[in-house]
């Protein structure tokens, strides 16, 4: 009650001026009656909007300010408690799946009510009717708490300076009306300057490229942050304490992933389950899918979550593991309802499995809630959801399917590289066929490429290098060596290039970077022998480095080859 008589104090000036715009066609003042009506209604619907359900509280809504965490901003270096802290002129709000886009927008227009300067109306781009303009869904809205408004009162108020337009989700808008929708918008910068619009979208949105709106990117969560809003969700004193000392102690590839508010939930309902923290993603993620589905469980004894697509969760994750494959292959982490629907086709009817499309979706982004609806989209959570259960699936295949995997990825340099993360996933959940299959390859190939022996290699020889605009270039070139990327083979890549980087950078000032490739032809440009270089003291580094670099790699095989008899071989004792 004293949020609500404060709230109605501060906007009552404001309002004051709007409604004698409106009512005032006879010099005749508003009654006061008619003004307690306009800020009774304007009152509800700004208390509306601070009531949101959340992946939390997932059945009720609550008030955000009972989880709300600041959220800064780039580049401006005070806490953001109105708008006015970020920019007076129209600015658009940039934020990714997650990060909390839209409870920001809430939370600035009911400080705007709170300040009592101008009225914030708030509005949802995906509420627009079919070809609705945007002045006309907002005089609907002001109609609402000021029941004589009409469309034709819009100038006066837009001309006034007393209204601030909180526009949210930009990106929900349907393609068709995008070009439309940012015509009227700028129309509106043009006529009326002293209008302030904020609209808040997700990155590469259209909006974006406007001249007259200056962009703002939300800034990603620190440690602070994630203990924040670990007080805000946690209640109990002690399991808040000991979350938030394994967070502070856990993994920096655990603390990289918890850069918005709903990776930190996420990771909050995972320890709930498990009473742990995971040592990296790949345990982050092991038992995601399950423990998620469980959560949304209700805690009544003999009740069975109602999944809509009416398959066991062990079912469903496997739906969604090749629906994570099909969408890798095709680099698409934000997709359209309609080409989610194709995939998730794709995928029951490979699997054999009855079942609406249409439901399997609603379960991936209401049951298990990593492929979320994001206005008229879908999006994965996090990039690193769709490259775990990549590899999950993967993992799941016969070793003739695994096979045929790792020497697509061998034989092809740009497949490695938009699925190193996955293959970093395999490594640790699947390490044996990852070894047998992939690393081991790669490594004999190089070994053989470059003559790798206990007694010495090639290295040296055919190391060649040529400086470029004051920088250093070097080159290994090896025979059939597969994948010529070195960034796999830590031996060589640390062990070599990196030394000898770092030696170049103190001595002589200047950057180097490392290429590989077969042959001297596919090479380019005027490169020299390492022999020829006039500094015989970085001759010697080098040769000692690749030395020590060829010994590293011929251990990681015997290592590996080890590992896998180990895997392979049995002993039966029967007697």
Request: one cysteine or more; charged letters at 25%.
């Amino acid at each position: 009650m004293a949020a609500e008589a404060l709230i109605l104090t501060a906007l009552k000036e404001p309002v004051k001026k709007l409604a004698n715009w409106i009512f005032d066609e006879a010099s005749v003042k508003v009654s006061e009656a008619k003004m307690q009506n306009a800020l009774s209604k304007l009152h509800e619907k700004i208390s509306d909007v601070v009531m949101v359900k959340t992946f939390y509280q997932i059945n009720e809504s609550i008030d955000l300010h009972k989880f709300y965490v600041p959220t800064r901003v780039e580049n401006i270096s005070t806490i953001v408690d109105s708008i006015e802290k970020i920019d007076s002129s129209s600015i658009v709000l940039e934020g990714t799946v997650g990060q909390g886009k839209s409870i920001f927008m809430r939370y600035l227009t009911y400080q705007e009510a709170n300040r009592g300067v101008r009225i914030p109306i708030f509005f949802e781009l995906r509420r627009l009717n079919e070809k609705q303009t945007l002045e006309n869904a907002i005089s609907t809205l002001i109609s609402n708490w000021i029941p004589l408004f009409k469309k034709e009162n819009f100038d006066k108020i837009a001309s006034s300076g007393d209204v601030v337009l909180f526009l949210d989700g930009f990106d929900e808008i349907p393609q068709e009306d995008v070009n439309r929708i940012i015509n009227e918008v700028e129309g509106w910068y043009e006529r009326y300057p002293n209008m302030q619009i904020v609209i808040s979208t997700r990155p590469e949105s259209e909006i974006q490229k406007s001249i007259p709106f200056k962009v703002y990117k939300l800034a990603k969560y620190e440690l602070y942050e994630q203990k924040n809003l670990v007080r805000k969700l946690v209640l109990d004193n002690e399991f808040q304490k000991n979350l938030i000392k394994n967070i502070e102690n856990s993994s920096t590839e655990i603390k990289g992933l918890l850069k918005t508010p709903l990776m930190v939930t996420l990771f909050v309902k995972q320890y709930e389950v498990n009473l742990k923290i995971p040592k990296n993603q790949s345990e982050f993620y092991e038992n995601l899918f399950s423990n998620i589905v469980s959560l949304h469980d209700n805690t009544k004894a003999g009740f069975i979550r109602n999944i809509n697509s009416k398959i066991d969760v062990i079912k469903l994750q496997e739906v969604f593991e090749e629906f994570c494959f099909l969408t890798g292959n095709s680099q698409k982490l934000i997709l359209s309802r309609k080409e989610a629907i194709e995939v998730i086709k794709k995928c029951i009817s490979s699997q054999d499995i009855s079942a609406s499309p249409n439901d399997i979706l609603k379960d991936f982004s209401t049951v298990v809630c990593l492929f979320l609806k994001d206005g008229s989209e879908y999006s994965f959570i996090h990039r690193s959801i769709q490259e775990y259960f990549y590899s999950s699936f993967i993992s799941n295949k016969s070793t003739i399917a695994k096979e045929k995997f790792y020497n697509r990825v061998i034989g092809d340099k740009d497949i490695y590289f938009r699925l190193r993360n996955a293959l970093d996933f395999l490594e640790k959940i699947d390490n044996y066929n990852y070894n047998k299959y992939f690393r081991l390859s790669v490594i004999n190939s190089f070994i053989c490429g470059f003559n790798i022996t206990k007694n010495g290699n090639e290295l040296t020889e055919r190391f060649y290098f040529k400086v470029d605009n004051d920088n250093f270039y070097f080159t290994l070139v090896g025979k059939d060596i597969v994948i010529p990327y070195l960034g796999m083979l830590p031996e060589i890549y640390h062990d070599l290039f990196y030394y000898i980087h770092n030696r170049v950078r103190d001595k002589y000032g200047k950057s180097s970077s490392l290429n590989m490739c077969n042959t001297m032809e596919s090479l380019g440009g005027s490169y020299k022998s390492i022999y020829c270089f006039d500094d015989e003291d970085f001759i010697e580094l080098v040769k000692n480095q690749s030395s020590l670099a060829g010994y590293k790699l011929l251990r990681s095989k015997e290592k590996i080859t080890n590992l896998i008899n180990s895997k392979d071989d049995i002993e039966f004792n029967f007697d």
